[in-house]
């Protein structure tokens, strides 16, 4: 698409109604849980698809499934839902399986996915009865932390939680999530290693009123 090769879209920016991918607008695509398990299936089915995903990330299939990551055929994008606290769906990241920066590269995300701050924080997966938080600076991210604990056996100790509206803005969406995040024996927080994470950990650390453990 020539019009998506010259533009760039940021992470926390909120309006991407009027982006069009195989003429259909991202603002139309659905996002109810039947949807999403349509996407997943579909991914599934695309092999290609699939194992781009999987030598891109590193992840398994089994942890692509529980995660929910889809492959929307009409539009040719990889979606990546957003789970509230409340399990509730608040939107889709989607990425491409191939532009000018690489493969599996962001694009965009659904309107209003940061429209309620109470719903900005986002589970990555759903363990049983986890004793610890680990906050990471994204999906990506989340993800292969997800992967690692698998690996290791250690997947239901951790609530694995990311922030929908962007690295920068972690603390505000932790900050309406203060007797939930006490409830955990350790909170870990690991953003990004540069400029823009330390900045947004600096700015957890003094403005939310727990103890947060760096790696």
Do not use: W
Not at 77 to 88: E, G, H, K, T, V
Not at 122 to 127: D, F, Q
Not at 195 to 201: C, I, L, Q, V
């Amino acid at each position: 698409n020539k019009n998506l090769n010259k533009l760039q879209f940021e992470e926390e920016d909120d309006d991407f109604s009027n982006i069009i991918v195989k003429n259909i607008k991202l603002s139309e695509i659905k996002y109810d849980k039947q949807s999403i398990e349509q996407y997943s299936n579909n991914l599934f089915k695309n092999k290609n698809m699939l194992n781009l995903v999987k030598d891109v990330t590193g992840l398994s299939e089994d942890v692509i499934k529980e995660c929910k990551i889809g492959f929307i055929e009409s539009n040719k994008i990889f979606s990546l839902p957003m789970f509230a606290l409340d399990n509730s769906i608040t939107g889709l990241e989607f990425r491409e399986p191939e532009n000018h920066k690489g493969k599996f590269k962001f694009l965009a995300k659904t309107k209003g996915y940061a429209s309620d701050v109470n719903k900005c924080l986002s589970k990555i997966n759903n363990p049983d009865k986890p004793t610890k938080a680990f906050i990471c600076a994204g999906y990506k991210d989340g993800y292969a932390v997800y992967q690692y604990l698998k690996d290791i056996g250690k997947e239901n100790e951790y609530q694995i939680l990311t922030n929908t509206n962007g690295e920068p803005n972690t603390a505000r969406a932790l900050e309406p999530h203060l007797d939930y995040l006490e409830k955990f024996e350790k909170v870990i927080i690991c953003l990004d290693n540069d400029s823009a994470g330390k900045k947004a950990t600096h700015k957890v650390e003094q403005s939310i009123p727990i103890t947060f453990y760096n790696l």
